[in-house]
């Protein structure tokens, strides 16, 4: 199976800071990796496809980039509505696998 | 507008039984992947099983194989998972999502809970 790990598992920032969450496959999933918010409560939502692919809705403060095994989520200027958990997901194969999440709080 | 709405969670003792349903709308069902995810109480998300568009393939992570069937009915537009032999372990809120071409899940339902005690 192929393990994600994320880091961090949380951080604290605030609004209008940049972060960045890394995401590290144990083996290559070539692009098929994806990020997705959850905030309380709720189903996740998907933000980025195929590493780097920005889904349909989802503001340009939010990019992903990285191939193989290191990848990236990035928040550009963070609002207060991103305060959430962030997990990323390799869809390379079977069985799929989650990160443990990153949970982004208030500073 | 594309809808998926679980049904089906319930309280259910240690070796109990429960079937879920997904009930799909606003797109082609039988052109996609299927997939359940679960998520225990606070904890994160844990893929559970997915299902090919025509039901030819279907795969399961290893801690429900022979336990739980995941099905669908592309007639109804449902998606349904047979949950047997449920342990404390399984509780959760259940999801279904779809699939999309890149193989992300582009829709999920609103989730389903299912707690499983003696």
């Known amino acids: 199976d192929i393990q994600m790990t994320q880091s961090p598992s949380s951080l604290s920032a605030s609004v209008g800071d940049r972060v960045t969450i890394t995401c590290r496959a144990s083996?290559?999933?070539?692009?098929?990796l994806n990020w997705y918010q959850q905030k309380p409560g709720r189903a996740p939502k998907l933000l980025i496809y195929?590493?780097?692919n920005l889904q349909s809705g989802v503001p340009s403060r939010f990019s992903g980039s990285g191939s193989g095994t290191d990848f990236t989520l990035t928040i550009s200027s963070l609002q207060p509505e991103d305060f959430a958990t962030y997990y990323c997901?390799?869809?390379?194969?079977?069985?799929?696998?989650f990160g443990q999440g990153t949970k982004v709080e208030i500073k | 507008e594309v809808q998926l709405v679980e049904s089906g969670g319930a309280l259910v003792q240690p070796g109990g039984s429960l079937r879920l349903s997904c009930a799909a709308s606003?797109?082609?069902?039988?052109?996609?992947?299927m997939i359940w995810v679960r998520q225990a109480p606070g904890k994160g998300l844990e893929w559970v099983a997915n299902?090919?568009?025509?039901?030819?393939?279907?795969y399961y992570v290893d801690s429900v194989k022979g336990r739980f069937t995941i099905s669908r009915d592309n007639a109804k537009n449902s998606l349904y998972l047979q949950m047997n032999s449920l342990r404390v372990e399984d509780t959760a809120v259940y999801y279904c999502?779809?699939?999309?071409?890149?193989?992300?899940?582009?829709?999920w339902g609103q989730g389903t809970l299912v707690t499983v005690s003696p």
């Open positions: 999502a779809r699939v999309e071409s890149r193989r992300a899940l582009d829709y």
């Open positions: 606003g797109f082609t069902f039988s052109s996609h992947w």
């Open positions: 299902i090919k568009q025509d039901g030819s393939e279907k």
């Open positions: 083996q290559s999933v070539s692009s098929y």
């Open positions: 195929a590493a780097s």
């Open positions: 997901q390799q869809s390379n194969s079977v069985p799929v696998t």
